[in-house]
């Protein structure tokens, strides 16, 4: 299972990003998904994840500004962020939890190849 990110980017204080997230693969269902994010010095920590059926969760500094969203036809994962901080500012890493097969001890979590988000005037 292969994890494709669109690119981050550098934004202003205030703007809007929008980052998304695809699976490849072969596999048997897709799990949750969502997005994680590391600042440098700092622990990876969780922007927002979303169940197959839709229920969402959010990190306390992006609640209210964050918005995650998902295909499961495609197998695809969206971020929209909004009012963004420079404390925002970080590698965001797309996540999913994927069973390969349907069977116990086949389910794994796996990580896309992050995408720097630079939040700066």
């Known amino acids: 299972v292969q994890l494709q990110s669109s690119r981050g980017g550098l934004v202003q204080p205030g703007w809007s990003l929008r980052l998304s997230c695809a699976a490849s693969?072969?596999?048997?269902?897709?799990?949750?998904m969502g997005w994680y994010r590391q600042a440098p010095g700092e622990q990876r920590e969780l922007v927002a994840t979303v169940s197959s059926g839709g229920s969402t969760v959010y990190g306390d500094s992006v609640k209210g500004r964050a918005t995650i969203s998902r295909d499961n036809a495609k197998n695809t994962v969206v971020l929209q962020m909004n009012s963004l901080k420079p404390e925002d500012t970080a590698v965001y890493y797309c996540?999913?939890?994927?069973?390969?097969?349907?069977?116990?001890?086949?389910?794994?979590?796996?990580w896309g190849q992050g995408s720097q988000v630079t939040v700066s005037s």
């Open positions: 693969g072969s596999f048997f269902s897709m799990n949750r």
């Open positions: 996540t999913a939890v994927v069973s390969l097969y349907n069977a116990p001890g086949y389910t794994h979590d796996f």
